[in-house]
């Protein structure tokens, strides 16, 4: 079970953070995905970061302004998100998997299993 906190309303050229749990699961033994659905678009993938080796993959639009980083001790993954404009408006989800090889060509709604429930995040002035 994936746990989500975070997320609400920002105003444009701010910043948000949203922190993902993995209930039961050790952070290493996981790959992490970010994923963002806005009304009327299909779930996209926003970033990954694989458990055993840190590799990243970061969508085009928000490379240089998202980031994510993991506390161990905790068991929490972070997505750290800045310079948020109206297009980054959407329900953002956290998904897991212990099965993605390559983040780099996996880093996809259908290659993971797990859910969180969903926050919303919503850019407007």
């Known amino acids: 079970r994936l746990v989500e906190s975070g997320g609400g309303l920002v105003e444009p050229g701010g910043s948000v953070r949203l922190s993902c749990e993995p209930s039961?699961?050790?952070?290493?033994?996981?790959?992490i995905g970010w994923f963002r659905q806005a009304p009327g678009k299909e779930r996209e993938a926003v970033l990954c970061?694989?458990?055993?080796?840190?590799?990243?993959y970061f969508e085009d639009s928000v490379r240089g302004r998202f980031s994510t980083y993991r506390d161990n001790a905790a068991n929490t993954v972070y997505l750290r998100m800045s310079n948020l404009n109206t297009e980054d408006t959407a329900v953002y989800y956290c998904?897991?998997?212990?099965?993605?090889?390559?983040?780099?060509?996996?880093?996809?709604?259908?290659?993971?299993?797990?859910w969180g429930q969903g926050t919303q995040v919503t850019v407007s002035a």
């Open positions: 998904a897991a998997d212990f099965q993605i090889t390559s983040v780099q060509t996996m880093c996809t709604p259908g290659h993971f299993g797990s």
């Open positions: 970061i694989r458990g055993s080796d840190g590799s990243t």
């Open positions: 039961g699961y050790r952070l290493n033994s996981l790959t």
